[in-house]
């Protein structure tokens, strides 16, 4: 299946396109479906969506609005009896949620209105990336930057395209109270980029962002400096003390797993339960009955695993206990440095 790029500089060119392409008919879509690819026809799902005589939806399908190529959740299949549940209320309109919406407006003015897939800051939606590669105006540039950033380039201006946070009323109510769909709104979060252009036929001119749409871009986590000052002591013991015992400890997968299963049984029994709380309250305390076991907590994920292909086997082996230059001392250091600061809390994550 080809990945056919469009080189679409005006909303002329997008209405000529949807002509010019007879709609899919098949066994599963009629011609009142009216679904039209915007390429190769073995890619259905991307296609050319008309809202309305001056708005078209350049759309990938599988995505909240799309009442053709449902989005997750949108449906549901029972094996016993067979049969197929809809949900269209988890759904929504087309123009909310497409990767690219492009409309004419009454002065003659066109907007184009690009969108981040929906989901978590955690998500990665390659299959949207790659769309929008292949489909945002001529002239402009979708980019995938650097931890999980994405942005919009017109000339010589990068512009962040912020993940969307919105979703239907009816899959908000079905989810939100999932501790993973937290991320989860309503009300529009205004996360889309919209640029303008005068009309021109001119195929370069005129694309600029409105300034009210899209979001800044994200601040990086930052290191609570007064914070970790106060434990920087326990923090430099807790180290010395981690590393004096390293040697002598039978780390293995099974034995850091019982470790780590003590230590959740400690806290509570539950995964979310060890906390940064938890963790400071061991820095401080030499005596704490889960000292070695947070020490092994941090050796387990730094360790290296390879599999032996002749016993069959993973085998494991812990930088903690092959520590003979300086450098190699520095490099734990600096790994447990950015365990302790996410581990314990001392890293601060901005507000998305």
Not at 20 to 38: A, C, G, Q, W, Y
Not at 67 to 80: E, I, R, T
Not at 234 to 241: H, L, P, Q, S
Request: hydrophobic share 30%; with cysteine.
């Amino acid at each position: 299946m080809a990945l056919i790029p469009t080189y679409f500089s005006n909303f002329k060119m997008v209405v000529d396109h949807y002509e010019s392409i007879n709609p899919l008919v098949s066994k599963l879509h009629t011609l009142e479906d009216d679904i039209r690819p915007i390429g190769d026809r073995n890619r259905k799902h991307e296609r050319i969506v008309k809202i309305s005589r001056n708005c078209y939806a350049l759309s990938d399908g599988y995505h909240e609005g799309d009442n053709k190529f449902l989005p997750y959740g949108a449906q549901s299949y029972d094996h016993k009896t067979k049969t197929t549940t809809y949900y269209w209320d988890r759904v929504g309109k087309m123009e909310y949620y497409a990767p690219v919406v492009w409309r004419k407006h009454k002065d003659g003015t066109e907007t184009v209105k690009i969108r981040n897939f929906t989901g978590s800051n955690s998500g990665y939606e390659i299959s949207r990336y790659s769309f929008l590669e292949r489909h945002v105006p001529r002239s402009m540039q979708f980019i995938m930057g650097h931890s999980a950033l994405q942005y919009v380039e017109v000339g010589d201006n990068k512009h962040y395209l912020a993940k969307c946070k919105t979703v239907p009323r009816g899959y908000y109510k079905a989810h939100s109270n999932q501790s993973y769909y937290k991320w989860m709104q309503v009300k529009d979060d205004n996360s889309a980029l919209v640029f303008t252009r005068d009309g021109s036929e001119l195929p370069y001119t005129g694309w600029l962002r409105d300034e009210t749409t899209g979001k800044e871009l994200p601040q990086k986590p930052k290191v609570n400096k007064e914070l970790k000052k106060k434990y920087k002591d326990d923090i430099d013991k807790f180290f010395e003390w981690g590393m004096t015992m390293s040697p002598m400890l039978p780390l293995s997968h099974n034995y850091n797993s019982t470790k780590a299963e003590e230590l959740r049984e400690h806290f509570g029994g539950r995964h979310d339960t060890f906390t940064p709380t938890c963790a400071r309250e061991i820095l401080r305390s030499p005596n704490h009955p889960m000292r070695l076991n947070y020490w092994v907590m941090f050796t387990s994920q730094i360790g290296d695993s390879s599999y032996d292909y002749e016993s069959r086997n993973w085998e494991y082996t812990y930088m903690v206990k092959h520590v003979e230059t300086k450098e190699q001392l520095q490099k734990v250091k600096n790994k447990f440095n950015t365990f302790i600061n996410m581990n314990a809390g001392f890293m601060t994550k901005p507000k998305q």
